[in-house]
């Protein structure tokens, strides 16, 4: 089956520094790729679609400036989380759809990622 | 929101037992799915069932669909340690391309 990688898998920062979280995917192309933020115990919240070549589509509430996310390239869309703070601690995970929109998903691993 | 809501929240069962799952959802779809995750990690896909069909299987797994009540049901029958984990169901909602996440039922199987 297809294979998405996800890197890294956990981080620690301060507070004010800025992460990037890399998605790959490994052996298709990903036109679109999707971000999605967890909290402990709860569901997977849509953050953005990543589309190749063009800008992404950002959920309602998520801020674009925060969150910056590239794809560019048919394999790699990465999330920046810009000048972190200890709320934007959480796990994120990207996906891949290898037959396109509205159909089976491809997970990362997933990142935790830790604020001090 | 959120498209999908599942219930129980919680299902704690013995091995050797069955699991049901629910799901609801607000609009038409073309198909809903299953994801599962172990804690901490990606989710991995489980089944898919389109709009058009009403009942479909892999191995252990038995979904179920109700477009007229806009509901869906997983079953994982004669049930493992090994199926300890949390089940989503998820679809594309109105336009869009992305999968939404309903709240995710999470099953503890004991031996």
Not at chain 2, 17 to 26: D, G, L, R
Not at chain 2, 39 to 63: F, Q, T
Not at chain 2, 103 to 110: A, C, I, M, Q, R
Request: one cysteine or more.
């Amino acid at each position: 089956g297809a294979v998405v990688s996800q890197h890294p898998s956990w981080v620690i920062c301060k507070s004010g520094t800025s992460v990037k979280i890399e998605c790959r995917s490994l052996d298709f192309q990903a036109t679109t790729m999707f971000w999605y933020r967890q909290f402990p115990k709860q569901s997977l919240m849509l953050m953005a679609t990543s589309n190749e070549g063009s800008k992404a589509t950002y959920e309602q509430g998520v801020e674009k400036d925060k969150f910056l996310i590239n794809h560019a390239s048919l394999t790699l869309s990465t999330l920046t989380v810009t000048s972190a703070h200890p709320e934007d601690s959480s796990f994120y995970i990207c996906s891949a759809s290898l037959l396109g929109s509205g159909e089976k998903l491809f997970f990362g691993s997933g990142t935790q990622l830790s604020v001090l | 929101s959120q498209q999908g809501e599942e219930d129980p929240q919680a299902l704690s069962i013995q091995e050797g037992e069955n699991a049901t799952m629910n799901c609801s959802y607000k609009t038409s779809i073309n198909n809903l799915q299953w994801y599962r995750q172990n804690s901490g990690r990606g989710l991995v896909h489980l089944i898919l069932i389109r709009s058009n069909e009403r009942e479909k299987h892999s191995g252990r797994l038995r979904v179920t669909l109700d477009t007229s009540k806009k509901s869906s049901s997983l079953l994982i029958t004669a049930s493992r340690a090994a199926d300890t984990a949390s089940y989503f169901c998820a679809t594309v909602y109105q336009a869009g391309t992305a999968l939404i996440f309903g709240k995710g039922t999470t099953l503890s199987v004991s031996s």
